[in-house]
C-alpha cells in the first residue's frame, strides 16, 4: 500500500475498448485496482510507465471520457471467500449474478457479494481446542449447512499461534469473528486476491485416476487427479457435452465450472442439468457440490480474462480444506481472444495470428496451477484442470492449441468426422494423448485391476489394425481381404459402437462404471475372438458378419450404469448365438 502523502487520484487520458489510460496517481501497483469515471467502473493496473498506467476495465466504458477522475484502491482483484459459493453462479470477478444483472451497475467491486456473502448467517461447529497451538490449514470448525461437501474454517496462511478464543457452536454471520489464534481475528468468510496462487505444502509424485464415467476417456485416455487435460475441437464437434458429462459424472468432491465467453443458452443448460441431476454420492443434488463462473459471450470482456484465474482460485480454497476438485473451463480460446483483443488495443506487437507474444505463459499460468499437493494443514487434495479449446476452423495448428499442448498431462481431441458421422463422444483415438498411462496402469493394478492394462492395449490395438484393415478395404476391396481380418475390422466396429461411443443423454449410458466398462470391453474382445475361431474352423466370413450382434451394440444402453452382471449375460446370449454357426 502507497504511503498516504501520495496522490492516489488521477485522470483517464485516453479509452479504447476495455483499454484506459489514467495518468497522475502515484505510487499505482502493478494488478491494483483503479475505479474510473462517474460510475466508478473497476479497472486493474497492467502496466505502469512514470505518470501514466494502463487498466483493464472489467466493465463496459460506454460514456467513460478524457478528464474522468481515476481513484487508486490500493487493493488487488478480490473476491469473499467462505460458506455458500456451492450451488451459487457468480461472474468472472466473483460476483453473484443470481441477483441482478450485477455487472453493469455502477456499483464498487465485490460490494455486491460482500453485502450476501458477509451478511448471511451460518451455523458453525467448533471442532479445535482453545489453549491448543495452531499453524495454517489447521481445521477451527465446520459449516454444516453449507452445501453438500463439508466446509472447514482453516487457519489462514502465515497465521500461527495459540487458539485464544473460539466460537461456541451457534449461528454466526460471514463478517463475524470465529476465532483468535496469535494476535489474528479468523472470520468465517474473508476477502482473498483472486489471482494469487494459495499456498499449499508439496506436490504430490504418486499418480492416481480421476474416474470421469467417459469410456473413452477412462479406458484410452486417462486423466490423473490434479492433472491437466484440453479438448480441443471445431464447431459443433461436442466439447461442451463432453466436459458437462465430466462435470456431472467424475468422481471429484468439488466442480468448478467455468463459463467463458462461450452462450448464455449453454450456461443455463449446465445449470438446469445439474440442478435436476442426483449426487449419486450424496443423494443430493450435483449444483450443490458446484459452483458456476459464468462469463458468457454478451458480458464484458475483461472479466473474462479474471474468470479462469477466478475459478482456479476457488478451486484451490476448496482443495486446502482436503477436497478433490475438477476445473472446467470452456472455452479457453474465448478467453485468450480477450488477451488478443485487449493486446491489440494496447498496440503491442503482434505475435502467431494477432495473439499477445506471451500467449504461451498465460495458459502455463493456467495449467499450471494443476496439482495434486499436500496442503498446508496436511491433507492430500488435488485441483484437476480441464480446457476446452476452440480452434477457428478446427485448424489444430493454431496457436491456442498447440500451445495448450505443450501444458497438459491428457489431450482429449475431438475429431470433425467422428462428429459427422454421429460417433459421439468425437474423441480422436489416433490424435488425442494421455502421458500417465503407464503410472496409471501400476495404480489399477495395485488397486485390484490387474487386467487393466493389457485390456487397454487390446483395445488400442484392435482400434488401429482396424483403422489400417478400413483404410486398406477401401482400395482393394473387403472380398479381397482374409477372413481373420474381415474380422478384426468386425470387431473394430463393435469397439466403435459397443464400447467408445458413449450417449450422453441415455440414463444408463451417460456414466459408466469402472467395472461396467470392462465388462463392455471383454465382451467385444470375446466376441470377436469367438468370430476369428469360426473363420479359423472353415465357417465363411460374409456368414458371421451377417449375424446380428445387436446384444453387443446394445448393452451399454440396456444395462444399467454400473450393471457388469447385465453385461456379462448379453456376452452369454451373443456366444451362443455364434456358437449356432457351427
Ligand atoms: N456424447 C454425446 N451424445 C449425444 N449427442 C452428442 C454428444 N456429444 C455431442 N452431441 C451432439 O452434438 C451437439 C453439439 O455439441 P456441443 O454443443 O457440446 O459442441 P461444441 O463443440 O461445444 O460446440 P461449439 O463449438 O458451438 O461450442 C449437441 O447438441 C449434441 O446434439
Ligand atoms: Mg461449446
Known amino acids: ?69 481515476a481513484a487508486a484502491t490500493g487493493a488487488e482483484l478480490s473476491g469473499v471467500l467462505g460458506p455458500g459459493l456451492l450451488g451459487q453462479v457468480f461472474d468472472g470477478l466473483m460476483r453473484p449474478l443470481s441477483m441482478a444483472p450485477l455487472w453493469l451497475a455502477p456499483e464498487r467491486t465485490g460490494s455486491a457479494q460482500a453485502n450476501t456473502f458477509l451478511e448471511r448467517r451460518w451455523n458453525f461447529d467448533p471442532t479445535a481446542t482453545v489453549g491448543s497451538r495452531l499453524a495454517p490449514g489447521d481445521v477451527l470448525g465446520t459449516v454444516p449447512d453449507s452445501g453438500a461437501v463439508e466446509h472447514r474454517l482453516l487457519v489462514p496462511a502465515g497465521v500461527t499461534g495459540e487458539l485464544t478464543w473460539l466460537a461456541p457452536q451457534s449461528r454466526l454471520r460471514g463478517s463475524d469473528v470465529v476465532a483468535r489464534v496469535g494476535d489474528h481475528d479468523v472470520r468465517l468468510a474473508e476477502r482473498a486476491a483472486l489471482r494469487r496462487q494459495r499456498p499449499f505444502r508439496t506436490r504430490h509424485a504418486e499418480v492416481v485416476p480421476l474416474h470421469t464415467g467417459q469410456r473413452v476417456l477412462d479406458l484410452l485416455f486417462p486423466l490423473a487427479r490434479g492433472a491437466a487435460a484440453a479438448v480441443p475441437g471445431g ?10 458429462q465430466i462435470a456431472k459424472w467424475s468422481d471429484a468432491d468439488v466442480i468448478v465450472y467455468v463459463g467463458c465467453g462461450e452462450r448464455g443458452n449453454e450456461m443455463a443448460d449446465v445449470l438446469e442439468g445439474l440442478s435436476e441431476l442426483e449426487d449419486g454420492r450424496t443423494g443430493g443434488r450435483l449444483i450443490d457440490r458446484t459452483v458456476i463462473i459464468a462469463n458468457t459471450s454478451n458480458m ?59 500467449l504461451s505463459s498465460a495458459l502455463a499460468s493456467f495449467y499450471e496451477r494443476a496439482g495434486r499437493v499436500t496442503t498446508l494443514g496436511g491433507r492430500t487434495a488435488s485441483v484437476t ?41 468425437a474423441v480422436s483415438w489416433t490424435g488425442s494423448f494421455a502421458r500417465d498411462v503407464d503410472a496409471l496402469g501400476a495404480w489399477q493394478a495395485t488397486h485390484g485391476r490387474p487386467g487393466w492394462v493389457e485390456r487397454r492395449a487390446r483395445a488400442a490395438a484392435l ?31 463393435l469397439l466403435r459402437e459397443g464400447v467408445l461411443m458413449q450417449n450422453a443423454l441415455s440414463a444408463n449410458d451417460g456414466f459408466c462404471s469402472v467395472e461396467k466398462t470392462a465388462a463392455l470391453l471383454d465382451l467385444v474382445l470375446d466376441v470377436v475372438a469367438a468370430c476369428r475361431r469360426l473363420v479359423e474352423q472353415g465357417i465363411a466370413a460374409a456368414a458371421v458378419e451377417q449375424v446380428d450382434f445387436g446384444p453387443v451394440l ?17 456376452r452369454t446370449v451373443m456366444l451362443g448365438r455364434l456358437e449356432q454357426l457351427l
Open 1 to 69: 500500500m502507497a504511503p498516504v502523502t501520495q496522490r492516489r487520484v488521477g485522470n483517464v487520458v485516453r479509452v479504447s475498448g476495455p483499454l484506459v489510460e489514467v495518468e497522475g496517481i502515484e505510487g499505482l501497483a502493478m494488478l491494483e485496482l483503479v475505479e474510473v469515471g462517474p460510475y466508478r467502473i473497476s479497472a486493474e493496473t497492467v502496466a505502469v510507465t512514470g505518470p501514466r498506467a494502463t487498466l483493464q476495465a472489467y466493465e463496459y466504458t460506454g460514456g467513460l471520457k478524457v478528464g474522468d477522475l
Open 300 to 358: 464484458p470482456m475483461m472479466a473474462r480474462e479474471a474468470s479462469i484465474f477466478t475459478g482456479i482460485t476457488v478451486a484451490e480454497f476448496y482443495r486446502d480444506m482436503g477436497h478433490d476438485v475438477v476445473v472446467i473451463a470452456d472455452s479457453t480460446s474465448r478467453w485468450a481472444e480477450a488477451l488478443r483483443e485487449f493486446a491489440n488495443r494496447n498496440g503491442d506487437l503482434p505475435a502467431e495470428e494477432g495473439y499477445p507474444a506471451d
Open 463 to 493: 482400434i488401429a489394425e482396424a483403422d489400417r484393415l478400413e483404410s486398406l478395404a477401401e482400395v482393394i476391396g473387403v472380398s479381397s481381404l482374409p477372413g481373420h481380418e474381415r474380422m478384426t475390422m468386425l470387431g473394430g466396429r
Open 554 to 570: 446394445r448393452a451399454r444402453e440396456e444395462s444399467g450404469p454400473s450393471d457388469a452382471a447385465g453385461v456379462a449375460a448379453s
Open 235 to 244: 464447431f459443433g464437434t461436442g466439447k461442451t457435452l463432453l466436459l458437462q
Open 385 to 425: 484442470v480441464i480446457g476446452a479449446v476452440s480452434p477457428p476452423g478446427g485448424d489444430m495448428s493454431e496457436p491456442v492449441t498447440t500451445d495448450s499442448q505443450r501444458f497438459v498431462r491428457a489431450l482429449w481431441m475431438l475429431d470433425r468426422d467422428l462428429a459427422y458421422s454421429r460417433h459421439y463422444p
